[in-house]
């Protein structure tokens, strides 16, 4: 009864839908749709395109070569495999320019040092975080030069045929711990990105708000200090507003199926929705909404002592006080210019 009660819910939500023009679309519009449709669906075409090339038998041997490459290649748990020729192809500015998104500094960053970026929110997907430091897109280069980024994924999305190599090329790598390590430790610029609040974030993700997840996350600051890397918050507005999604409020039945399927395959999926092709209102692609992504100032991070390998409590407390201060400050400095339309202030949960 009570999902049902859900279900009368959600359908008495379903939007009447609004249609696009057929004409009149300027063509640069048209080319930034297809390029953000081709980047959301991308996954699922390339699980679909090689389970399709598995009906030729003529291709099983390079299929059956390319697995055995894919099951013995560790590239990323070892820094992953950038192109610089690949970030920098004109597709990505496309990407971006369909939100816009924006990346504005708001200190310099020495190129000696390396840095673990913070990222957040999450959102659906991370749209900000993967055209600013998966792409030059918003040029991010130009802005740091000399800080060498890592986007950061989970180590499943390196299994899928294709979508695997093309990621590499734009620079991902996993978010394990070897990996972190690996990343900071190969020269002085080297860098990381990560998502903070991961999956669980991704389900608090709804246009106005800003949900962080961040109390309890000290992993990334245990990190910082064993590895010198100085920490560097980013806060993107907009995040939040590119999808809306079903309510999934703390208890329903929704809520208890996406936090199983969390606890089980380490990541969950939430039920959302923005636009179609050719309509406003109703499909899988985000809104057209500005995205705006701030460095904020780094955080030096205290050296351990010698004969200390882990920092103390107090260590990582005290960083994250600063850490959450400086995400703060980004957000109050900026929130009535690129969060006019905000229903509430910055969380932090």
């Known amino acids: 009864p009570v999902i049902l009660q859900d279900l009368k819910t959600l359908s008495e939500h379903i939007p009447e839908v609004q249609w696009a023009p057929v004409r009149g679309i300027p063509f640069e519009r048209r080319v930034q749709t297809a390029t953000v449709l081709a980047w959301v669906f991308l996954l699922g075409n390339c699980l679909l395109v090689f389970t399709g090339s598995l009906a030729f038998p003529f291709l099983w041997p390079v299929q059956i070569a390319y697995l055995i490459y894919l099951w013995l290649d560790k590239t990323p748990e070892n820094g992953g495999r950038r192109s610089e020729w690949f970030r920098r192809l004109p597709c990505w500015s496309y990407f971006a320019g369909y939100f816009p998104i924006k990346l504005v500094k708001e200190a310099d960053l020495d190129p000696s040092k390396n840095y673990i970026f913070g990222y957040h929110p999450h959102g659906i997907i991370s749209m900000g975080a993967f055209a600013n430091f998966a792409t030059e897109a918003t040029g991010f280069s130009r802005l740091f030069p000399g800080i ?167 260590q990582l407390k005290e960083i994250q006080t600063l850490y959450i201060q400086e995400l703060k400050s980004i957000y109050n400095k900026y929130k009535d210019v690129y969060a006019k339309d905000r229903k509430q202030d910055l969380r932090i949960i």
Not at 283 to 301: A, M, N
Request: charged letters at 20%; glycine letters at 8%; proline letters at 7%.
């Open 148 to 314: 060498k980024p890592s986007l950061l994924t989970l180590t499943t999305n390196f299994n899928v045929p294709m979508y695997r190599d093309i990621i590499l090329a734009l620079g991902l790598a996993s978010v394990s711990r070897r990996s972190c390590e690996q990343i900071l430790a190969s020269g002085p610029g080297r860098s990381i990105v990560i998502v903070i609040g991961g999956a669980s974030e991704s389900l608090n993700a709804r246009p106005g708000m800003a949900d962080l997840i961040l109390k309890k996350r000290l992993g990334f600051i245990k990190l910082a200090i064993r590895q010198g890397a100085d920490l560097v918050p980013t806060f993107s507005f907009g995040e939040n507003d590119l999808y809306e999604q079903v309510d999934n409020s703390n208890g329903s039945w929704l809520w208890k199926v996406q936090k199983k399927m969390q606890r089980t395959v380490g990541f969950t999926i939430p039920l959302f929705h923005a636009r179609g092709i050719f309509n406003y209102n109703v499909g899988l692609i985000p809104y057209r909404h500005q995205v705006v992504t701030v460095v904020g100032k780094p955080i030096p991070v205290p050296k351990l002592p010698q004969g200390q390998t882990e920092p103390s409590e107090n």
